[in-house]
């Protein structure tokens, strides 16, 4: 009784922590209604680094990509998102950068693996829509930070969509 025990609470805490995972966020909330998601296939990083020449150097050592976008003009819609990211944060990522304005986020967050960083999670909210930003490869630590303290990963983000002549959802050109 005691070894099924300890197997369903160990079973209980894998998939609550996997939830908590980019890859679990990305697949439970892609097809939300009025969601942007965009995994980016490796042969068209080079159209993605076309948006800058930071990060053109970024995305040469990148090995996944992806940006979700929500809406987030109420405040539970916003304070869902920022919640995630904090539930992101508060795992294995190490915060290098967060600029917060009432309920509006900007924040940077990596994973490192000795001196390499190996994920990349950038989050912004400006009460009208949020959005997830996601590397994952090899990048240097000197880099990434140069990036988040110039705010070129913002820069990228609004760039990325245009760049895949993408539409922003709810919006009609006329």
């Known amino acids: 009784m005691k070894k099924v025990f300890l197997n369903l609470a160990g079973f209980l805490l894998f998939s609550c922590g996997s939830y908590n995972s980019i890859d ?24 993605a680094s076309e948006i800058s020449p930071e990060m053109k150097s970024l995305v040469g050592n990148t090995k996944d990509l992806r940006y979700m976008q929500f809406p987030s003009t109420t405040e539970s819609q916003t ?13 294995s990522f190490i915060e290098v950068f967060r600029k917060n304005d009432e309920l509006k986020r900007n924040v940077v967050s990596i994973r490192e693996k000795r001196d390499v960083v190996k994920e990349i999670l950038i989050y ?41 002549n993408l539409q922003t959802p709810g919006v009609v050109n006329e």
């Open 79 to 91: 304070r869902f998102l920022n919640d995630q990211m904090n539930s992101f944060a508060g795992g």
């Open 24 to 47: 679990s966020f990305y697949e439970a909330h892609k097809n939300d209604a009025q969601v942007t998601a965009i995994r980016v296939p490796r042969f068209m990083f080079s159209l």
């Open 124 to 164: 912004n909210n400006d009460n009208v829509n949020g959005s997830f930003l996601y590397f994952n490869g090899n990048f240097d630590p000197m880099k990434v930070r140069e990036l988040a303290k110039n705010n070129e990963f913002q820069n990228f983000s609004n760039g990325l969509l245009p760049q895949f």
